[in-house]
T-cell receptor, first 115, second 114 residues
Framework: DQQVKQNSPSLSVQEGRISILNCDYT??????FLWYKKYPAEGPTFLIS?????DKNEDGRFTVFLNKSAKHLSLHIVPSQPGDSAVYFC??????????????FGQGTILTVHP | KAGVTQTPRYLIKTRGQQVTLSCSPI?????VSWYQQTPGQGLQFLFE???????NKGNFPGRFSGRQFSNSRSEMNVSTLELGDSALYLC?????????????FGPGTRLTVT
């Protein structure tokens, strides 16, 4: 039972354009969502997070949108740069509950930004 | 501030052996979570420790165990290794305590079981 799904295995965009990565979840107990970037042979790097009490959070070129009714979140990267090429993971947690320290991850989306 | 460190980075073991992996969290972080990453299953939660106590455990067999020391450093142990245990093992640290916190990951330990 995959509770967090990233339905696009890969995404290719041109440098300078917008990258939109999508994520869907099924567990209504999730109340905190995070995006991570991962390069090969490295651990995931935290990018940005959002609490379920918000619908948008911005940090520089990265914006995360949360649509609770649709159980959907997205990460926008504007403008995209070649260095953004990596695997992006969506993760969710039930921070307000007793599921301590557990992040549930999607399968990841490979982003390629072409110069 | 130094990041999360994991040792060793690479390990090759034989079926039936046991292995211990180590994780040093970011200074001041009291929570350490462990994950297994495989191509088929993705990133799966193993367990979490906070103040030397296991607070949460994922759906893994009892061969997988861990502990946390008073300085928040953590170790995980896998006994009676199986071929399917070959994976990247990641630890992540966070402040812990009440409320949501982002987790910061180490570089991982690549375990190969032959």
């Amino acid at each position: 039972d995959q509770q967090v799904k990233q339905n696009s295995p890969s995404l290719s965009v041109q440098e300078g354009r917008i990258s939109i990565l999508n994520c869907d979840y099924t567990n209504s107990m999730f109340d905190y969502f995070l995006w991570y970037k991962k390069y090969p042979a490295e651990g995931p790097t935290f990018l940005i997070s959002i609490s379920s009490i918000k619908d948008k959070n911005e940090d520089g070129r990265f914006t995360v949108f949360l649509n609770k009714s649709a159980k959907h979140l997205s990460l926008h990267i504007v403008p995209s740069q070649p260095g953004d090429s990596a695997v992006y993971f969506c993760a969710a947690s039930n921070a307000g509950g007793t599921s301590y320290g557990k992040l549930t991850f999607g399968q990841g989306t490979i982003l390629t930004v072409h110069p | 501030k130094a990041g999360v460190t994991q040792t060793p980075r690479y390990l090759i073991k034989t079926r039936g052996q046991q292995v211990t992996l180590s994780c040093s969290p970011i200074s001041g972080h009291r929570s350490v979570s462990w994950y297994q990453q495989t191509p088929g299953q993705g990133l799966q939660f193993l367990f979490e420790y906070f103040s030397e106590t296991q607070r949460n455990k994922g759906n893994f067999p009892g061969r997988f165990s861990g502990r946390q020391f008073s300085n928040s450093r953590s170790e995980m142990n896998v006994s009676t290794l199986e071929l399917g245990d070959s994976a990247l093992y990641l630890c992540a640290s966070s402040l812990g305590g009440a409320g949501p916190y982002e987790q910061y990951f180490g570089p991982g330990t690549r375990l190969t079981v032959t």
